[in-house]
């Protein structure tokens, strides 16, 4: 183990590529900082339910605590990094030694995250999203200074860049959307997760009212907690949602306390989703999401659980078809509704259920309450399913999907006449293979690449 | 617009139904003479009773699996593997060669008896549905070959 000692007060990433690198010294204590969020809950609940704190819970904590701490600073003591020949390597554990190696081409993006601590601290973690992967095979540097984190981030891209096929042609950044807060504010409380805890604050208030004592529901409180915490989740994790559109790739800032930086690299989105959730339809609301391959790292900093990126958390239909255009300069709409029959088999949802196909792209919406549009460039069809169950089979309809890279990721051409998906199923490969030749070629933007 | 007689499909092995017949059997006999031996202990007719039942449940998933081996088929055309299968529930999959990642061939202690193995290709989806179950063993390796040699050819990444 040699650690490179860099010049004083020159960032440490200057020192001589090759060399191992070690994580920042104040590291495990932003890791164990959910510990601290989660004992400080306790003593509090504690505190302000129990007639009698019990000093051995308050203990057992502690110690969960000083245990997390301990771990996290063995494992800092044996964590370290390099970056050689255009491979990222992290080697950590101290009883299971795990060697990581990182192929900077197979990049599908890179995120600078801060977490509240962190960001007190003047830290940031720095998460590398690798296609397919679950946490097995994608990198987390947790912690480094924040500069030194934007400053790898913009190198591992560049790195990243410079081995694909194509450069990136320089140009200026621009801002394609910016959140509007007041408006998040409202659109978090009227999704389905908003009007859920709406109801379990108010029949929790409700109890305590009719009951006349706080400590009926004390049983309840986690629920209540664990609502509330998403909404915040949410709310913190969409907060002051930025994008620009920039060389290297579209920049999404994000976040409240805990801030997200990252960059999607140009064709690597799989599937653009928009939307529109019963009484946003009635605002002139929009909410459009990205699958971009590679799932993001899930640790203790996880802002978002497996939600989706949110290029627009919220926004008007203006915004929507800004971002559209700029996503894609020619998309679809999704004009071919379903047979009549559907209706038999799907009744709920028969009135959204439409799809449309261009040379480019699919599009294809569906959804009760909640309408979604899916589209997905028929390059990153990773394969067409025809499907038909029983009651379809009655009625003479048939649902194709179309998956593209990632868990769930992918749009549904649902409830179609026999007829009409057997030729979606005839013709859609011929028209994905004709899109991935042309995005093979030289020159065209947004091409799959290498990956 | 496929017109399935167009398309010469291939059928997993005739062993592949003998394989999932005698794990109908290695569930149900077991559980059979337990259900006799307890039923035993309230009366000689429950006993039976309980058998019987259990016999005829057997029975009916052997059909149903039979009809399940005789749905499954796959065909290689020019650019993508087509894999159909499902009795209840018909699924049909279309996989480019070019969109394979992986190939993986497994053999139970079962398959492994009869000489048999299950080809899956794997896409960087999830939900790609490119399994095929119940090939000869050297029929798998062959088909498994032969999609590695495509897949390079033809491949497209993500």
Same mark, same amino acid.
């Given at each position: 183990?040699?650690?490179?000692?860099?010049?004083?007060?020159?960032?440490?990433?200057?020192?001589?590529?090759?060399?191992?690198?070690?994580?920042?010294? #104040?590291?495990?204590?932003?890791?164990?900082?959910?510990?601290?969020?989660?004992?400080?809950?306790?003593?509090?609940?504690?505190?302000?339910?129990?007639?009698?704190?019990?000093?051995?819970?308050?203990?057992?904590?502690?110690?969960?605590? @000083?245990?997390?701490?301990?771990?996290? /600073?063995?494992?800092?003591?044996?964590?370290?990094?390099?970056?050689?020949?255009?491979?990222?390597?992290?080697?950590?554990?101290?009883?299971?030694?795990?060697?990581?190696?990182?192929?900077?081409?197979?990049?599908?993006?890179?995120?600078?995250?801060?977490?509240?601590?962190?960001?007190?601290?003047? #830290?940031?973690?720095?998460?590398?999203? =690798?296609? @397919?992967?679950?946490?097995?095979?994608?990198?987390?540097?947790?912690?480094?200074?924040?500069?030194?984190?934007?400053?790898?981030?913009?190198?591992?891209?560049?790195?990243?860049?410079?081995?694909?096929?194509?450069?990136?042609?320089?140009?200026?950044?621009?801002?394609?959307?910016?959140?509007?807060?007041?408006?998040? /504010?409202?659109?978090?409380?009227?999704?389905?997760?908003?009007?859920?805890?709406?109801?379990?604050?108010?029949?929790?208030?409700?109890?305590?009212?009719?009951?006349?004592?706080?400590?009926? =529901?004390?049983?309840?409180?986690?629920?209540?907690?664990?609502?509330?915490?998403?909404?915040?989740?949410? /709310?913190?994790?969409?907060?002051?949602?930025?994008?620009?559109?920039?060389?290297?790739?579209?920049?999404?800032?994000?976040?409240?306390?805990?801030?997200?930086?990252?960059?999607?690299?140009?064709?690597?989105?799989?599937?653009?989703?928009?939307?529109?959730?019963?009484?946003?339809?009635?605002?002139?609301?929009?909410?459009?999401?990205?699958?971009?391959?590679?799932?993001?790292?899930?640790?203790?900093?996880?802002?978002?659980?497996?939600?989706?990126?949110?290029?627009?958390?919220?926004?008007?239909?203006?915004?929507?078809?800004?971002?559209?255009?700029?996503?894609?300069?020619?998309?679809?709409?999704?004009?071919?509704?379903?047979?009549?029959?559907?209706?038999?088999?799907?009744?709920?949802?028969?009135? /959204?259920?439409?799809?449309?196909?261009?040379?480019?792209?699919?599009?294809?919406?569906?959804?009760?309450?909640?309408?979604?549009?899916?589209?997905?460039?028929?390059?990153?069809?990773?394969?067409?399913?025809?499907?038909?169950?029983? #009651?379809?089979?009655? #009625?003479?309809?048939?649902? =194709?999907?179309?998956?593209?890279?990632?868990?769930?990721?992918?749009?549904?051409?649902?409830?179609?006449?026999?007829?009409?998906?057997?030729?979606?199923? @005839?013709?859609?490969?011929?028209?994905?293979?004709?899109?991935?030749?042309?995005?093979?070629?030289?020159?065209?933007?947004?091409?799959?690449?290498?990956? | 617009?496929?017109? %399935?007689?167009?398309?010469?499909?291939?059928? $997993?092995? $005739?062993?592949?139904? *003998?394989?999932?017949?005698?794990?109908?059997?290695?569930?149900?006999?077991?559980?059979?003479?337990?259900?006799?031996?307890?039923?035993?202990?309230?009366?000689?007719?429950?006993?039976?009773?309980?058998?019987?039942?259990?016999?005829?449940?057997?029975?009916?998933?052997? %059909?149903?699996?039979?009809?399940?081996?005789?749905?499954?088929?796959?065909?290689? *055309?020019?650019?993508?593997?087509?894999? %159909?299968?499902?009795?209840?529930? %018909?699924?049909?999959?279309?996989?480019?060669?070019?969109?394979?990642?992986?190939?993986?061939?497994?053999?139970? $202690?079962?398959?492994?008896?009869?000489?048999?193995?299950?080809?899956?290709?794997?896409?960087?989806?999830?939900?790609?549905?490119?399994?095929?179950?119940?090939?000869?063993?050297?029929?798998?390796?062959?088909?498994?070959?032969?999609?590695?040699?495509?897949?390079?050819?033809?491949?497209?990444?993500?």
């Amino acid at each position: 183990m040699t650690t490179q000692s860099a010049p004083q007060g020159r960032p440490v990433l200057l020192a001589g590529e090759g060399g191992w690198h070690r994580l920042h010294p #104040l590291s495990p204590f932003v890791r164990a900082g959910r510990q601290f969020i989660s004992l400080a809950v306790v003593l509090i609940g504690i505190s302000a339910l129990n007639q009698h704190p019990a000093r051995g819970d308050i203990i057992a904590d502690l110690a969960v605590l @000083g245990l997390a701490l301990g771990g996290g /600073f063995v494992s800092w003591l044996v964590t370290r990094w390099q970056i050689a020949d255009g491979v990222l390597r992290i080697d950590t554990g101290l009883i299971r030694r795990d060697s990581r190696r990182i192929p900077l081409s197979q990049v599908q993006a890179v995120d600078v995250v801060q977490s509240g601590l962190a960001r007190i601290l003047g #830290l940031a973690e720095l998460q590398l999203r =690798v296609a @397919g992967a679950g946490s097995a095979r994608s990198g987390r540097l947790a912690c480094l200074r924040r500069a030194d984190a934007e400053e790898l981030r913009g190198k591992l891209l560049a790195l990243a860049a410079a081995s694909a096929v194509a450069a990136p042609a320089a140009g200026p950044s621009r801002t394609l959307f910016r959140v509007h807060a007041g408006r998040l /504010f409202g659109a978090v409380l009227l999704t389905r997760s908003g009007a859920t805890a709406l109801v379990v604050v108010l029949a929790t208030a409700l109890t305590v009212q009719i009951s006349g004592s706080a400590t009926t =529901v004390a049983p309840f409180l986690p629920v209540v907690l664990g609502v509330a915490g998403a909404l915040w989740r949410q /709310f913190n994790g969409e907060y002051g949602t930025t994008v620009t559109s920039a060389p290297d790739g579209m920049r999404l800032r994000s976040g409240l306390i805990q801030t997200t930086a990252e960059t999607i690299r140009p064709g690597r989105i799989q599937a653009v989703r928009l939307v529109e959730p019963l009484i946003w339809r009635r605002l002139g609301w929009y909410r459009l999401e990205v699958d971009v391959a590679g799932s993001r790292e899930r640790g203790e900093n996880e802002s978002e659980g497996r939600r989706h990126r949110a290029l627009i958390p919220v926004g008007s239909r203006a915004d929507a078809e800004l971002m559209l255009a700029e996503l894609m300069p020619a998309h679809p709409l999704p004009t071919r509704p379903a047979p009549s029959r559907a209706r038999r088999k799907a009744p709920f949802s028969y009135h /959204f259920l439409a799809w449309s196909a261009d040379d480019r792209h699919v599009v294809a919406s569906r959804g009760r309450v909640c309408r979604q549009t899916t589209w997905v460039p028929l390059q990153k069809v990773q394969s067409i399913r025809w499907v038909q169950g029983p #009651l379809q089979r009655q #009625l003479g309809l048939a649902t =194709v999907h179309l998956d593209a890279a990632g868990k769930r990721v992918g749009a549904r051409i649902q409830d179609r006449d026999n007829a009409e998906a057997l030729e979606i199923l @005839g013709t859609l490969p011929d028209l994905a293979r004709t899109a991935r030749s042309r995005a093979g070629q030289p020159g065209q933007p947004g091409a799959g690449a290498s990956a | 617009m496929i017109d %399935r007689s167009e398309v010469s499909w291939l059928r $997993p092995s $005739p062993l592949l139904l *003998r394989v999932r017949r005698i794990e109908v059997a290695a569930v149900t006999v077991p559980l059979a003479i337990a259900g006799w031996l307890g039923g035993q202990v309230v009366s000689a007719a429950t006993g039976i009773g309980i058998a019987a039942a259990l016999v005829l449940a057997g029975l009916l998933a052997e %059909r149903f699996l039979a009809r399940r081996v005789a749905a499954w088929g796959y065909a290689e *055309r020019k650019d993508d593997l087509m894999v %159909r299968r499902g009795v209840l529930v %018909r699924r049909l999959s279309v996989i480019p060669y070019g969109r394979m990642q992986f190939i993986d061939v497994t053999a139970g $202690p079962l398959e492994r008896g009869l000489g048999l193995a299950t080809v899956r290709m794997h896409t960087a989806a999830a939900a790609s549905d490119a399994r095929i179950p119940g090939l000869q063993a050297a029929a798998a390796a062959a088909l498994r070959d032969q999609l590695a040699a495509l897949g390079e050819a033809q491949a497209a990444g993500l």
